[in-house]
């Protein structure tokens, strides 16, 4: 218990001190009354200063109806809070009654509903940002972003990318010139422009540039300032990695007196961890997602407690066949019925196995799936729905990337039903609590394997190494030429992957796989009907994914 006196001067410390706020008399007398059994007011106060301080930032003079206002939230969010779902972790040494009497657990940061920090955000929402090498770091493009951009947007494309790798490659120690205190100046590994090799004959060079054939049957790396043809016949590639026109690779050789550089060894930049890029640039806002609603260790603490939470991740749910229907419904019993439910299914296209599908039909199947999902009253009410198009699925953007969610006229039945259904762009993004989860639905390896300029060895184990790494090094998710898949130019940011995702959903037809490559979880589910109805499950807790299969 606390005397009137110390409560004043606790409210003295939390308001003026601490955040410059000025307390009627009224407002002392009604905390002092408030708190006056409170055994521990000093934290209760911070916590209706921080609720005052959230709601009323603008009003220094503190009134009495300001704080009931105040009081009343903080009541409200504990009976939200204290209303348990499938995510929300208890704890069996609280003491009901004292939850009741206490306003030290009023505050909704006293217990964390993980449901209520899971945001998808779409393609086309994302910050439009630009690396500045004169800054150093990244700003919002000036230029609005429009689906048929000009000309310049397309060279801005390729030297955006340039940019991103390049200062990407100057916080790597092995490219990082030395101090001035340092006399050694062949401790790193040196980039040379390209400009610089005229005259420069039979001398070895490290180069950084892009692929792309200039001319016919002739392969050239190109920086930002020039370019050079290149002999790959002697080359030594890395043992994973596919290298098509539009990649961005580092080669060492020499510059041939015919004017050629001779490549004896090309690979990909290396790539950037997300904890080195957020040393760089945690004030970056990359997602354009309003800031966290409590502090950022409490939220990763409680992201790892949770272990129960887990999302169930399917590609190639065509509705349009019965038996993916039948496999749907025993996924969804298996989960309903199991002590844990998933926090989210990640339901990826093509939605149709035929292209050519009857727009009502394909509006038939998704009302017929969202009275799949209302029988199973678990899952439709705790669990988020997030559905990703495939290129066989009805988009606004036609057959460029980003790719549009599904048109509303074809999901409205869903949306109105299932109160969790989130239709998302192609590729979109996740962000739960502190981890970023980017999700892809692509048939890349495929496209990769066919537009590739030197073919790399392949053993049974390297499509999972070849796609992985060629996508987090080259740091964008579709590293392939314009003209094989075509991007819109002011919207190929939302590709990039910088920084590195936590967890990276590829959903490709190829042999599903789960592995962690410089720090982020690579996933793809593989395809739901040609894999015996197999799908991955992604832990956010440890970052790691498991196949599921459904029994014979």
Not at 55 to 67: C, G, T
Not at 289 to 298: M, N, P, Q
Not at 338 to 350: K, S, V
Request: aromatic share 10%.
């Amino acid at each position: 218990m606390s005397t009137p006196q110390q409560i004043r001067r606790l409210t003295y410390i939390a308001f003026t001190k601490g955040h410059n706020f000025h307390l009627k008399t009224e407002a002392t007398n009604y905390l002092a009354e408030l708190l006056k059994n409170d055994t521990n007011a000093a934290d209760t106060i911070k916590k209706i200063a921080q609720g005052y301080l959230k709601q009323f930032q603008n009003e220094p003079i503190v009134s009495k109806d300001a704080l009931k206002i105040v009081v009343m939230n903080m009541q409200q969010k504990k009976a939200q809070v204290n209303e348990p779902t499938p995510f929300t972790r208890t704890n069996e040494e609280t003491d009901t009654q004292q939850l009741d009497n206490d306003l030290r657990i009023m505050s909704i940061d006293d217990r964390v509903d993980v449901t209520q920090h899971f945001d998808v955000v779409n393609a086309f929402d994302m910050p439009r940002l630009r690396y500045n090498p004169v800054r150093k770091t990244f700003t919002t493009c000036p230029d609005k972003a429009v689906l048929l951009g000009g000309a310049n947007e397309k060279a801005a494309l390729f030297r955006d990318r340039f940019d991103i790798i390049k200062q990407r490659l100057m916080h790597n120690e092995n490219f990082c010139p030395p101090s001035t205190h340092v006399s050694d100046n062949d401790s790193y590994l040196k980039i040379t422009p390209i400009k610089t090799l005229i005259g420069r004959d039979r001398e070895y060079f490290l180069l950084f540039g892009m692929l792309t054939q200039l001319e016919e049957g002739k392969v050239f790396l190109e920086d930002d300032d020039a370019h050079v043809e290149l002999d790959l016949s002697d080359c030594e590639l890395p043992k994973s990695g596919m290298f098509t026109d539009g990649t961005f690779v580092l080669a060492e050789g020499y510059y041939g007196d015919d004017h050629v550089f001779h490549a004896q060894e090309i690979s990909f930049p290396p790539a950037e961890s997300r904890a080195m890029a957020d040393t760089y640039y945690s004030g970056v806002d990359f997602l354009g997602i309003s800031k966290l609603k409590i502090e950022e260790d409490r939220l990763r603490a409680e992201e790892v407690a949770n272990t129960n939470v887990f999302f169930v991740i399917l590609s190639d749910v065509h509705l349009d066949e019965p038996r993916v229907m039948a496999g749907l419904r025993r996924v969804f019993e298996g989960y309903e019925n199991d002590t844990q439910i998933p926090l989210a299914f990640i339901l990826c296209g093509d939605f149709c196995k035929d292209s050519s599908i009857d727009p009502d039909v394909y509006k038939d199947n998704f009302s017929a799936l969202s009275d799949l999902i209302q029988e199973f009253r678990g899952i439709a009410t705790h669990s988020y729905f997030v559905f990703v198009p495939g290129s066989k699925d009805p988009s606004m953007a036609g057959n460029s990337l980003p790719q549009t969610s599904i048109p509303d006229w074809f999901t409205t039945r869903m949306r109105g039903r299932v109160r969790r259904a989130i239709f998302a762009s192609n590729p979109c993004r996740i962000r739960y609590c502190t981890q970023d989860i980017v999700i892809f639905r692509e048939n890349l390896f495929s496209r990769l394997w066919r537009n590739s300029l030197k073919f790399p060895q392949m053993t049974e184990e390297d499509p999972t190494n070849h796609i992985v790494r060629t996508v987090i090094d080259q740091g964008h998710l579709c590293p392939i030429p314009l003209s094989v898949r075509p991007i819109f130019w002011s919207f190929d940011h939302a590709l990039r992957l910088y920084p590195l995702p936590h967890a990276l959903i590829l959903a490709d037809q190829c042999e599903q796989f789960g592995t962690t490559y410089e720090g982020t979880h690579c996933i793809s589910p593989g395809s739901f009907p040609a894999s015996d109805f197999s799908w991955r499950t992604y832990y956010p807790a440890t970052r790691v994914s498991a196949k599921c299969t459904l029994p014979a």
